[in-house]
């Protein structure tokens, strides 16, 4: 069902996942909150960037999306999210994840 949202990207949290092939080469989807005027927020999967080119330890430099936007995208509601584990003392962004599905 498509929805349409207003609101801001957090620019804090990036997720990478990991280990994603487009045209033969290895890169990131890039998901991040998107923060809607009612409060809500929800994952946004940006799309994919390839990744620094033989460095794994490089993390790709990722455009940031400044002030007020409106998405008209479609949704899912995975049963369980695998980006946000229970517990986690990572604290730094981006986070790289190796997740094949949502669901």
Aim: a positive charge.
């Amino acid at each position: 069902v498509p929805v349409m949202m207003t609101g801001h990207f957090d620019n804090e949290r990036i997720w990478l996942l990991d280990n994603k092939i487009r045209h033969g080469r290895v890169g990131y989807e890039i998901v991040m909150p998107f923060v809607t005027a009612q409060g809500y927020s929800v994952l946004v999967n940006r799309g994919w960037i390839a990744a620094a080119s033989g460095y794994r330890d490089q993390l790709p430099q990722i455009t940031v999306s400044q002030g007020t936007h409106t998405l008209l995208a479609k949704t899912y509601r995975a049963q369980h999210n695998k980006l946000l584990p229970e517990e986690s003392s990572d604290s730094h962004w981006p986070q790289r994840r190796r997740i094949d599905r949502f669901d």
